[in-house]
């Protein structure tokens, strides 16, 4: 239970972060596009043994401060999001999201992020299934500027009641805020 307390907190606290970075502007003038915004797509997406789902949202953000590298997504149109923290970021590579992980890193995929008291609506990778799968995924960072980042991922994770969600086919690509 420490350990879920714990990647929530992070997750909270980077998705804090990530809507800070992306909805702060400079300049009214300026296009949205170039304001930390990024696209996250996933062409198979969904929860409790549903799926053939596409994720698709426009206005992600994806934020690294030091070694801390997340990406934020709210589901166009929706209250369903997914968030992914990598704690060790260096630069471009493979990062594991496997239930327990030496780095930390983990995904939680949520059905409504406006009700963030009920585990039954957080499915995260920090958990196993009712039949004791572990939660995990990868993520590949395939470019990392100071400015820029995309790359793939998947996800497979589970919520307190161990029923399952996933985003397979993953992409994101778009502005890195850099803190």
Do not use: R
Not at 100 to 126: R, V
Not at 144 to 151: F, I, V
């Amino acid at each position: 239970m420490k350990a879920i307390k714990k990647i929530k907190g992070a997750v909270i606290l980077a998705m804090l972060v990530a809507v800070t970075a992306v909805s702060c502007k400079k300049d009214k003038t300026e296009d949205p596009s170039a304001n930390g915004s990024a696209t996250v797509t996933a062409t198979n997406y969904g929860f409790d043994g549903s799926g053939n789902a596409a994720f698709k949202s426009t206005a992600a953000g994806i934020v690294q401060v030091g070694k801390i590298w997340t990406l934020a997504a709210i589901k166009d149109g929706t209250t369903q999001s997914i968030t992914i923290v990598l704690s060790n970021v260096n630069g471009t590579g493979t990062y594991n999201l496997l239930q327990d992980n030496a780095d930390g890193n983990g995904a939680i995929i949520t059905k409504d992020y406006t009700k963030p008291g009920d585990a039954t609506l957080s499915y995260t990778t920090d958990l196993a299934s009712s039949t004791n799968v572990k939660g995990g995924g990868e993520v590949k960072i395939t470019k990392l500027t100071d400015t820029e980042a995309e790359g793939t991922f998947y996800i497979v994770a589970h919520n307190s009641a161990g029923k399952d969600a996933f985003a397979e086919g993953g992409k994101f690509s778009g502005k890195l805020n850099k803190q």
